[in-house]
């Protein structure tokens, strides 16, 4: 790839479609991205748990919040809130919920969450 990188997520080299969970991820060259749009009624526990095996998420996210909100609750007790407009980092150990009546829908800009992100162990 050249010098400068330009993909839609409108054509993503995967899409992973997990129960209420749409990934696109594109690939860059050196780094991937992804956009994840969380239907309401999505929750961490119940729609990716399932296929990915761990007691919480063990996913490490960097990203922003585009629409929607989101409601995190973190192993050491943090909870927080994530709304569009909102960046954040979240580290591994924790489950979360869409909570609002629209999507969630965030991009997240760690390439390893986003190579990896809903695939089986």
């Not at 960046?87 to 800009?109: L, R």
């Amino acid at each position: 790839m050249g010098a400068i990188t330009s993909r839609s997520f409108d054509e993503p080299d995967e899409q992973r479609t997990p129960d209420k969970t749409e990934v696109s991820v594109v690939d860059l060259g050196g780094a991937k991205a992804a956009r994840m749009r969380l239907a309401p009624g999505w929750k961490w526990s119940e729609c990716i748990k399932p296929v990915v095996g761990t007691a919480n998420c063990q996913t490490r996210h960097v990203g922003v919040g585009v629409s929607g909100s989101l409601h995190l609750v973190h192993e050491d007790g943090t909870e927080v809130d994530v709304n569009a407009g909102d960046a954040y980092v979240i580290e591994p150990g924790h489950d979360a919920w869409v909570t609002s009546a629209e999507p969630f829908v965030c991009y997240e800009f760690e390439s390893t969450t986003a190579g990896t992100y809903a695939t089986p162990s």
